[in-house]
């Protein structure tokens, strides 16, 4: 069974960097892209980026690019969403999420999401 | 970027009856390249239904897509209540993905 494991919910202050983890198991991590998306409380879902794991390729969302860093790490099976210069508007709950079919094609399944929230 | 308008914002209807949700993109996509996504409270989204109108594995018939060019559709035959949910749908044909701003289903 495939299964993604984010990590726990992070409080930051603003000009900060968080980092979280999204760990998976149940397939070849090498295989398929991963991507992150961003769901601010009570807003809908924005893409972020993705990495291909076999390689470290990334790819960024225009809105992020600059201040986000999607890496992978095969020991253990791990993605990692570092997000700098935190704002308030960076409070959201960030899922990462398997792509299967190449580098832009749906997502399935999901993680459970991490709570970031920035707050002074 | 390939901006997706759901329409509507809210839907509010009861069990036993058909939804139809609205999806319009900026520009014409291939309808290989779209996606719809359901969200329950609390849990991440789930997929759907994916190349426009093909149902996830595990996806009961009563959901159903269509659509091509700039317009597609989400229509679910018969609610259940499990159903009622938020709704989005989600283009992957470009360089960059976006997500519509999503519909939620209410129960009336």
């Known amino acids: 069974e495939v299964q993604l494991v984010q990590s726990g919910a992070e409080v930051k202050k603003p000009g900060t960097t968080v980092k979280i983890s999204c760990m998976v198991s149940g397939y070849t991590f090498t295989d398929y892209y991963m991507h992150w998306v961003q769901q601010a409380p009570g807003k809908g879902l924005e893409w972020v980026g993705l990495?291909?794991?076999?390689?470290?390729?990334?790819i960024y969302a225009e809105k992020f690019q600059g201040r986000v860093t999607i890496t992978a790490d095969t020991s253990p099976d791990t993605t990692y969403m570092e997000l700098t210069r935190l704002t308030s508007e960076d409070t959201a709950v960030y899922y990462c999420a398997i792509c299967y079919f190449g580098r832009f094609n749906r997502f399935d399944p999901w993680g459970q999401g991490t709570l970031v929230t920035v707050s002074s | 970027e390939i901006v997706l308008t759901q329409s509507p914002g809210t839907l509010s209807l009861s069990p036993g009856e058909r939804a139809t949700l609205s999806c319009r993109a900026s520009q014409r996509l291939s309808s290989t390249y779209l996606a719809w996504y359901q969200q329950k409270p609390g849990q991440p989204p789930s997929l759907l239904i994916y190349g426009a109108s093909t149902r996830a594995t595990g996806i009961p018939d009563r959901f159903s897509g269509s659509g091509s060019g700039t317009d597609f559709t989400l229509t679910i035959s018969r609610l259940e209540p499990e159903d009622f949910a938020v709704y989005y749908c989600q283009q992957y044909g470009g360089s960059q993905i976006t997500f519509g701003q999503g519909t939620r289903l209410e129960i009336k």
């Open positions: 990495v291909d794991p076999e390689d470290g390729e990334t």
